[in-house]
């Protein structure tokens, strides 16, 4: 039979197929059961990780926004508000790793991939920057507190309500506008308007962090308006999971980046391999 990318033929089709599963349980025979047993066991095991990132990110968090009204982020804000110190970005940071671990899995950047990232934005050290998924928030505080003076933030964050979590985030760890302007939109049509509206003439460093399925198609719009001048850095968050296979290919291939990939696991789950691209752009060339 077929099988899902991740190797879960028997999760997928449970998932999408619920009623047809259940009636088919309802009269398979116990020794037929038994026969599959050894198999799903063996599929347990192997992928007991991406078994527990599942329940943690879709079904507790599902049950959970039914039960309080509540989005996840919205959630997490309130606990930052009541154990976070105003002002102190390092502090809110920590607090929503906390919170991550101990509470709600947050799906965010994390501390390991956020280090790196910090690290390449003080190495940059760019005047201007763009950051394409701003979700909570976590990684616009990571750029923007590793920025040099009179440096500036835009990040694109398309769901309103995510966003409003985001601004409030940003605001409460002490960035004004005049350092991180949080743009609502859809990333397609936000990079066409970048420099007649927001007035950013280029990008010196961009973070990827939206959908890997739209880096590609971004990156490319970033190049059609001009936006990446010679020596720019492109990063691109979760490369390898869920991955982003047209986009690296593109990177290597189209003779325009420099490519480096840095290693690393999802936050919490670090048998979980993934990954932040580094691109370094050459030019139109």
């Known amino acids: 039979g077929s099988s ?12 999408i197929f619920p009623s047809r599963s259940l009636a088919q349980v309802g009269t398979m025979s116990p020794a037929i059961a038994l026969a599959f047993l050894p198999l799903v066991v063996t599929l347990l095991v192997r992928y007991r990780h991406y ?13 959970r926004d039914c039960l309080s009204g509540l989005r996840m982020e919205e959630r997490a804000f309130s606990y930052v508000l009541t154990h976070a110190l105003p002002g102190d970005p390092g502090h809110i940071l920590t607090t ?23 690290r390449l934005v003080e190495e940059k050290a760019p005047a201007s920057a763009l950051e394409l998924g701003t979700y909570c928030g976590y990684s616009t505080l990571l750029i923007a507190r590793a920025l040099p003076p009179g440096g500036r ?10 966003a409003a979590v985001a601004e409030k985030l940003i605001r409460l760890a002490g960035f004004d ?49 001009a936006l990446l001048p010679a020596g720019a850095t492109v990063l691109a968050d979760h490369v390898l999971f869920p991955g982003a296979p047209r986009f690296l290919q593109y990177a290597k291939s189209c003779g325009r980046y420099r490519c480096r990939l840095h290693h690393t696991g999802l936050p919490d789950f670090p048998a979980i391999k993934d990954g932040i691209a580094q691109l ?3 030019g139109p060339g």
């Open 4 to 15: 899902s990318p991740q190797g879960l033929p028997l999760l997928s089709y449970a998932l």
């Open 96 to 118: 929503l790793d906390h919170w991550s671990s101990h509470c709600e899995y947050l799906s965010h950047m994390g501390p390991a991939k956020g280090q790196i990232l910090m």
């Open 280 to 282: 370094t752009y050459a």
């Open 177 to 225: 506008e005049h350092t991180v302007e949080l743009i609502v939109g859809r990333s397609e049509e936000v990079i066409p308007r970048l420099r007649t509206q927001y007035q950013l003439s280029r990008a010196d460093l961009v973070l990827l962090a939206h959908r890997p399925r739209c880096y590609l198609r971004d990156l490319q719009l970033l190049e059609g308006h």
């Open 51 to 63: 078994f527990r990132l599942l329940v943690r990110t879709v079904l507790l968090r599902s049950l």
């Open 153 to 162: 933030l835009l990040t694109v964050e398309r769901d309103p309500r995510t």
